[in-house]
């Protein structure tokens, strides 16, 4: 049963254009979110998070948006650069419960033509 | 501040062997997660541990098995390895389980043959 979804495995964006990667989850309990990004042969790294009394989430380039009655966050990366290019991890947490492990999506692999 | 560290890098072992990877955590962070990245799997949970203590656990048979040492450090073992354990195996730490917020190792490539 996959509670954190990326049901798209890649995308391809053009450089300076915006990058729009999806995230749906099916626990109702999940009330904080993630996005790390990976490169090949190293570890993901912290990219931002949201809080679910947050509908937005700004640092730099990259914004995410929470849509709690859709159970739906996605991560937006303007302008895309080529350095953007790695593979994006969603992931949730249920803080308030016991249950507060952090569960990963799928992935999605990114790529950003020069 | 050091990062998370993982040794060894990669390893190479036969099916029926065991082994052992070893994690240290960012210093003050008492919680380490494990997780087993295979293609189109993504990062699968393992185990987490805070304060010597298996918090929570992943759908992984008893063949996968670690702990944590008073200072934090972990280590992971899996035994009588299957062709199907190759994969990255990350080790992440957080300052307890109250934040999510995890930062991962650069992982050790686990190749069975």
């Known amino acids: 049963d996959q509670q954190v979804k990326q049901n798209s495995p890649s995308l391809s964006v053009q450089e300076g254009r915006i990058s729009i990667l999806n995230c749906d989850y099916t626990?109702?309990?999940?009330?904080?979110f993630l996005w790390y990004k990976k490169y090949p042969a190293e570890g993901p790294t912290f990219l931002i998070s949201i809080s679910s009394i947050k509908d937005k989430n700004e640092d730099g380039r990259f914004t995410v948006f929470l849509n709690k009655s859709a159970k739906h966050l996605s991560l937006h990366i303007v302008p895309s650069q080529p350095g953007d290019s790695a593979v994006y991890f969603c992931?949730?947490?249920?803080?308030?419960?016991?249950?507060?492990?952090?569960?990963f999506g799928p992935g999605t692999s990114l790529s950003v033509i020069p | 501040k050091a990062g998370v560290t993982q040794t060894p890098r990669y390893l190479i072992k036969t099916r029926g062997q065991q082994v052992t990877l070893s994690c240290s955590p960012i210093s003050g962070h008492r919680s380490v997660s494990w997780y087993q990245q295979t293609p189109g799997q993504g990062l699968q949970f393992l185990f987490e541990?805070?304060?010597?203590?298996?918090?929570n656990k992943g759908n992984f048979p008893g063949r996968f098995s670690g702990r944590q040492f008073s200072n934090s450090r972990s280590e992971m073992n899996v035994s009588t390895l299957e062709l199907g354990d190759s994969a990255l195996y990350l080790c992440?730490?957080?300052?307890?389980?109250?934040?999510?917020?995890?930062?991962f190792g650069p992982g050790t490539r686990l190749l069975v043959l």
């Open positions: 626990n109702s309990m999940f009330d904080y």
């Open positions: 992440a730490s957080r300052t307890s389980f109250a934040d999510p917020t995890q930062y």
């Open positions: 992931a949730a947490s249920a803080r308030r419960t016991s249950y507060d492990k952090v569960i």
């Open positions: 541990y805070f304060s010597e203590t298996q918090r």
